[in-house]
């Protein structure tokens, strides 16, 4: 019994093969038939969520008189290139709260105007966001 089907005059050619457009790659080939994204940017949703933040600490009067009495030392010994570590509030770009660093250098400058705090490196911190400043570097 001979069962003749609708594609069997072309079953056994060979694949065509285009004169104009050059052959796919393999990898964008499966590409086109890989499973689309469809929840665009969910799982950077998702660690972005995962990130944990800290609530900035409120200081008592008698830290935030601490640490003022010892920017204005700091800036009378700003000649003699000074080095520093101090613990200060970084607020997070992207959501509610921050971190707290601590940074050691050299100070640069301290600027009342402009309420910071610089460093030899560049790092420029805000006086409100500074939490501890100590003369020198941590003992390790």
């Excluded at 790659?25 to 665009?40: G, H, K, N």
């Excluded at 969910?42 to 830290?63: G, S, V």
Aim: proline share 8%; no cysteine; charged share 25%.
């Amino acid at each position: 019994m001979d069962i003749s089907h609708e594609y069997d005059d072309i079953i056994g050619l060979p694949r065509p093969v285009s004169e104009t457009h050059p052959r796919m790659p393999m990898l964008d080939r499966a590409a086109q038939f890989s499973p689309f994204a469809a929840l665009t940017g969910y799982d950077a949703a998702i660690t972005e969520t995962a990130r944990l933040t800290e609530d900035k600490r409120e200081l008592t009067e008698e830290q935030k008189q601490i640490i003022s009495q010892s920017l204005s030392e700091l800036q009378g010994r700003l000649k003699t290139d000074p080095e520093v570590t101090v613990v200060y509030f970084e607020p997070d770009a992207r959501k509610t709260g921050g971190s707290y660093r601590t940074v050691s250098g050299n100070a640069k400058r301290v600027d009342p105007l402009w309420g910071m705090l610089e460093l030899a490196d560049g790092t420029a911190i805000p006086f409100e966001n500074i939490f501890s400043l100590e003369p020198g570097r941590p003992s390790t």
